[in-house]
């Protein structure tokens, strides 16, 4: 029921007569988790709910408007736009090979979520998600703030420091960067300083690394990094709201693109349509 963090936490808080203390800064740790995860659902609510209607849209209309359209158009033998006759060809496409299209989709999705749930797939998607446009600044922003946080936590509470580095990277959610935390607890084995570790790591930005070496040299590292961990909120909390206001307008040139080619698509053959009509009465 719990992570290799928290039992190590709540040892040490039993072993130094601090288990109150331990579960206030866990307490706390759940609160700020559970604000963020909050943060990133409700920033995603909108363009899931927007990206939705659009695949149904285009399903109804691929399906139940298109094949409509394309007989009246057969009808009167006008020359239709390159527009209507790619829109009429994808219709004619999906029409025959829908069950095609969507079985082929549904085991692809199966093929990447059992991919993903393996140790090489895992560890691909975890290093794929610090790279993505727009969420992953978010993603790497909430990493660093919890390694940063839980770090701190380990090293006030009095756990070793080879021993915190391992549980601190079992916690992060993340296989790339706990096999980067790793890489540090092997070089700090071999007698180096932590921000000669955290900089070979290649995960850290100048600011962790500066505060890094500064609290090592002073003693202060739990301090420094938990000021560290309270700016990479205050980086999530923006980046987050920075997300939400990005979103909407792409979502917007979407849509407007998607009914732009469809307006073209359906009503420009409408002109060629009534010309050969009037061409066929007179």
Do not use: C
């Not at 740790?29 to 659009?54: G, M």
């Not at 399903?59 to 009429?88: D, H, N, Y």
């Not at 002109?271 to 009037?278: M, N, T």
């Amino acid at each position: 029921m719990f992570s290799p963090f928290y039992v190590a936490m709540i040892r040490v808080g039993e072993t130094s007569g601090k288990l109150q203390d331990i579960f206030k800064q866990l307490a706390y740790y759940l609160e700020r988790e559970k604000t963020t995860r909050d943060q990133i659902k409700k920033a995603l609510r909108y363009p899931s709910f927007v990206l939705t209607v659009i695949v149904v849209a285009i399903f109804i209309v691929m399906r139940f408007v298109i094949p409509p359209f394309s007989k009246f158009f057969a009808s009167f033998g006008a020359e239709l736009p390159w527009q209507t006759r790619a829109l009429i060809a994808l219709s004619d496409f999906f029409v025959h090979n829908g069950v095609w299209l969507f079985g082929g989709t549904a085991l692809a999705v199966i093929g990447v979520i059992y991919y993903v749930r393996t140790d090489e797939g895992r560890y691909r998607w975890d290093k794929l998600k610090l790279r993505l446009p727009l969420a992953g600044a978010v993603i790497y922003r909430a990493t660093l703030a919890r390694f940063t946080r839980l770090f701190a936590m380990a090293q006030s509470s009095g756990v070793p420091l080879i021993t915190g580095l391992s549980v601190v990277a079992r916690a992060l959610d993340n296989r790339y960067i706990e096999e980067r935390i790793l890489t540090m607890r092997n070089g700090i084995e071999r007698g180096e300083s932590i921000a000669r570790t955290a900089a070979g790591s290649g995960i850290f930005d100048p600011l962790s690394l500066q505060m890094m070496a500064v609290g090592e040299e002073a003693g202060t590292l739990d301090e420094l990094l938990g000021e560290v961990a309270s700016y990479y909120d205050q980086e999530v909390d923006y980046s987050i709201d920075k997300l939400s206001s990005a979103i909407e307008p792409i979502l917007t040139a979407v849509v407007a693109v998607l009914v732009l080619i469809l307006a073209m698509a359906v009503f420009l053959p409408l002109w060629d349509v009534g010309a050969a009509a009037l061409h066929r009465g007179r």
